[in-house]
């Protein structure tokens, strides 16, 4: 079977690492795996053991970029490009199924040539199916502006590709009820569609393994906003830094510090290495770094720095498996994009010293949402391939 993945990148490479860890799971079942998506992610590094061709694209919009009240001539230009590219890669490629990370910027194509698609779904592509009881003002909010992407620019730009490109005209409602969706969030308290499959979360992340004394991580807080946010986190390290007797920081590209004693910092680091050793994660909620912790319970606290990371906090607190801080900030400015949220130094340092108090669980999830997803793909394409 040849497969074609197409992760969303936006500044970090949350969906990339998940398509991987997916890709390498196909290809240990026997198939043939190609990947598109932006050039940036052209020379990060492809998981151990797997070959597979690489089709770049432009792809410079993401949900974090569209108005909420309709879509500018840029944001339109921008994702003709990237249906444009897409559908030149799906002629070449003529793939047997393609799975989407999330999935809107190629169901439409793969509908227009016939090719059965799968979506992987979370956080703010969920939002108009959720309805929960006792839930903030704050996090209603946030809700809502979720829902209004979805309902709102999602299907605006549906709207576009059919009239501009000949693609299959589709809305969100016939979207989300129309193909197999996984779902790589354990225990969403929402109602689920027939259609759907709730996984494990997928074990993913990029970059080398922790090349430090292990035991310098028992006991300490491991500081992450992903491999490429361009937030300035030496505030959060600093503030983590005064709670526990170590820190673990991943400052990506942004060149940090100088730090006081007890701070370790490396530009790039393998969540993967950590789990299990550190004693909290504070991070902005990026689904692989949330998924990767939660495994072994350990506690966390999530910073967001933008909707789906808004969503993926709401989610994990209601989940148990992480806090936040910093929600209100959406609801002041509805496009926070790439900042740092607003927080007191006491608000985070009180945050981070609950989860000091915290004692860590064992590990307790047996599978991998990569390997669960790849099972049932592979396993009969008559259980869940919806026509």
Same mark, same amino acid.
């Given at each position: 079977?040849?497969?074609?993945?197409?992760?969303?990148?936006?500044?970090?490479?949350?969906?990339?690492?998940?398509?991987?860890?997916?890709?390498?799971?196909?290809?240990?079942?026997?198939?043939?795996?190609?990947?598109?998506?932006?050039?940036?992610?052209?020379?990060?590094?492809?998981?151990?053991?797997?070959?597979?061709?690489?089709?770049?694209?432009?792809?410079?919009?993401?949900?974090?970029?569209?108005?909420?009240?309709?879509?500018?001539?840029?944001?339109?230009?921008?994702?003709?490009?990237?249906?444009?590219?897409?559908?030149?890669?799906?002629?070449?490629?003529?793939?047997?199924?393609?799975?989407?990370?999330?999935?809107?910027?190629?169901?439409?194509?793969?509908?227009?040539?016939?090719?059965?698609?799968?979506?992987?779904?979370?956080?703010?592509?969920?939002?108009?199916?959720?309805?929960?009881?006792?839930?903030?003002?704050?996090?209603?909010?946030?809700?809502?502006?979720?829902?209004?992407?979805?309902?709102?620019?999602?299907?605006?730009?549906?709207?576009?590709?059919?009239?501009?490109?000949?693609?299959?005209?589709?809305?969100?409602?016939?979207?989300?009820?129309?193909?197999?969706?996984?779902?790589?969030?354990?225990?969403?308290?929402?109602?689920?569609?027939?259609?759907?499959?709730?996984?494990?979360?997928?074990?993913?992340?990029?970059?080398?393994?922790?090349?430090?004394?292990?035991?310098?991580?028992?006991?300490?807080?491991?500081?992450?906003?992903?491999?490429?946010?361009?937030?300035?986190?030496?505030?959060?390290?600093?503030?983590?830094?005064?709670?526990?007797?170590?820190?673990?920081?991943?400052t990506g590209r942004l060149n940090l510090g100088p730090f006081p004693s007890g701070v370790i910092t490396r530009s790039f680091i393998a969540s993967s290495s950590l789990a299990g050793h550190v004693a909290a994660v504070v991070s902005h909620g990026g689904v692989g770094?949330?998924?990767?912790?939660?495994?072994?319970?350990?506690?966390?606290?999530?910073?967001? =720095?933008?909707?789906?990371?808004? &969503?993926?906090? %709401?989610?994990?607190?209601?989940?148990?498996? +992480? #806090?936040?801080?910093? $929600? /209100?900030?959406?609801?002041?400015?509805?496009?926070?994009?790439?900042?740092?949220?607003?927080?007191?130094?006491?608000?985070?340092?009180?945050?981070?010293?609950?989860?000091?108090?915290?004692?860590?669980?064992?590990? =307790?999830?047996?599978?991998?949402? &990569?390997?669960? %997803?790849?099972?049932?793909?592979?396993?009969? +394409? #008559?259980?869940?391939? $919806? /026509?």
């Amino acid at each position: 079977m040849r497969i074609l993945i197409i992760p969303h990148v936006g500044e970090t490479f949350g969906h990339y690492a998940d398509a991987l860890s997916i890709a390498r799971e196909l290809a240990l079942r026997g198939c043939t795996i190609e990947i598109a998506s932006t050039p940036r992610v052209a020379s990060a590094p492809i998981s151990s053991g797997l070959q597979c061709d690489f089709h770049p694209i432009r792809w410079n919009w993401s949900h974090n970029s569209c108005e909420l009240d309709g879509l500018s001539s840029e944001f339109v230009t921008r994702i003709l490009e990237t249906t444009e590219d897409l559908m030149s890669v799906v002629k070449q490629s003529s793939p047997d199924l393609i799975l989407g990370l999330p999935g809107f910027a190629s169901t439409q194509v793969a509908r227009h040539y016939g090719v059965p698609h799968i979506s992987i779904l979370h956080g703010v592509h969920l939002a108009p199916l959720i309805e929960w009881k006792d839930t903030t003002v704050t996090e209603l909010a946030v809700l809502d502006m979720c829902r209004k992407i979805c309902l709102g620019a999602l299907n605006d730009a549906f709207q576009v590709l059919n009239r501009t490109v000949g693609l299959p005209s589709l809305d969100y409602g016939t979207f989300i009820t129309s193909e197999t969706i996984f779902i790589p969030q354990p225990n969403l308290p929402f109602q689920k569609l027939d259609n759907m499959f709730i996984t494990q979360f997928i074990r993913a992340s990029l970059g080398p393994q922790f090349d430090g004394d292990q035991t310098q991580l028992e006991g300490s807080c491991y500081v992450t906003f992903g491999s490429g946010n361009p937030c300035d986190i030496t505030r959060v390290i600093l503030l983590a830094r005064e709670v526990f007797p170590r820190v673990v920081a991943n400052t990506g590209r942004l060149n940090l510090g100088p730090f006081p004693s007890g701070v370790i910092t490396r530009s790039f680091i393998a969540s993967s290495s950590l789990a299990g050793h550190v004693a909290a994660v504070v991070s902005h909620g990026g689904v692989g770094t949330i998924g990767t912790f939660a495994e072994w319970g350990t506690p966390q606290l999530i910073i967001p =720095t933008e909707l789906t990371q808004a &969503a993926m906090a %709401i989610y994990s607190s209601r989940a148990g498996i +992480a #806090k936040y801080v910093g $929600l /209100e900030s959406f609801v002041k400015r509805s496009r926070l994009g790439r900042q740092l949220p607003d927080f007191t130094d006491e608000e985070l340092i009180l945050a981070i010293q609950k989860m000091h108090n915290c004692t860590s669980s064992t590990l =307790t999830i047996p599978s991998s949402g &990569a390997e669960e %997803i790849a099972e049932r793909i592979v396993s009969g +394409a #008559k259980e869940y391939l $919806l /026509e």
